[in-house]
């Protein structure tokens, strides 16, 4: 079975700092989709950005970018410059195909510091 | 798009009465999932529809859940003779033939 781990339950980041937040995964397959997952306070999901497990290069949306190692069964996500807005719990998930669930891990919450 | 919806945001209800919850998809987005979110948790999947047909079900879904999408457009998820152990966010996703799935903003269930 498909797993999802995300070892660090907190971080903090200063202002305008870069902060890489961990997940793994397990899986028996090739291609996959993961994803990074954005919930603020208010509790809706928000996507950030997303990876298919076939492209050897990793995605950038604007200040947020991925460090995907398939062989490690690794997935960061970096952020850069740091905004009091990004301040939420993160989610790591996986889809092994398109039509299928999403698989979570546990969540990170991230807060910023002014 | 006027994004994911969800009906109600909150309820509380009493241990033992059924409830139903409502979901709006994006506009033409034929698949439709059901997840619920734990505080602390990230979301578990428990449902998800192509069109009008229930594609996979989680053994999270007890006989007393029951969801329906009978026209392809919104979904309904209903749960019978309500636990506390039912409290919980219950999130409502949809996606069209790409691999991201758009979220709701939830439907907080509080079973007293």
């Known amino acids: 079975a498909q797993t999802v781990t995300q070892s660090q339950p907190e971080m903090s980041v200063q202002e305008a700092e870069t902060v890489t937040l961990s997940c793994t995964y397990d899986?028996?397959?090739?291609?996959?989709?993961l994803f990074w997952y954005k919930q603020p306070p208010s509790r809706q999901m928000i996507l950030v950005i997303r990876?298919?497990?076939?492209?050897?290069q990793n995605a950038t949306e604007n200040r947020f970018s991925v460090n995907f190692q398939k062989a490690a069964k690794s997935f960061s996500l970096k952020i850069s410059d740091s905004q009091l807005g990004d301040a939420a719990m993160y989610f790591c998930a996986y889809l092994f195909n398109q039509g299928g669930k999403l698989i979570f891990g546990q969540g990170t919450e991230l807060s910023v510091k002014p | 798009d006027t994004g994911v919806s969800q009906n109600p945001r909150h309820k509380i209800t009493k241990r033992g009465q059924n409830v139903t919850f409502r979901c709006d998809p994006i506009s033409e987005h034929n698949r439709l999932y059901w997840y619920r979110q734990t505080l602390g948790q990230g979301p578990e999947f428990l449902t998800y529809?192509?069109?009008?047909?229930?594609?996979?079900k989680s053994r999270l879904l007890s006989d007393r859940f029951s969801a329906e999408r009978p026209k392809g457009s919104f979904s309904t998820l209903e749960i019978q003779r309500t636990e506390q152990g039912d409290s919980a966010m219950y999130l409502c996703?949809?996606?069209?033939?790409?691999?991201?799935?758009?979220f709701g903003p939830g439907t907080r269930l509080t079973v007293t």
């Open positions: 996703a949809s996606s069209r033939e790409s691999p991201e799935q758009y």
């Open positions: 899986t028996s397959e090739s291609d996959y989709y």
């Open positions: 529809f192509q069109n009008e047909a229930q594609l996979e």
């Open positions: 990876q298919e497990a076939y492209k050897q």
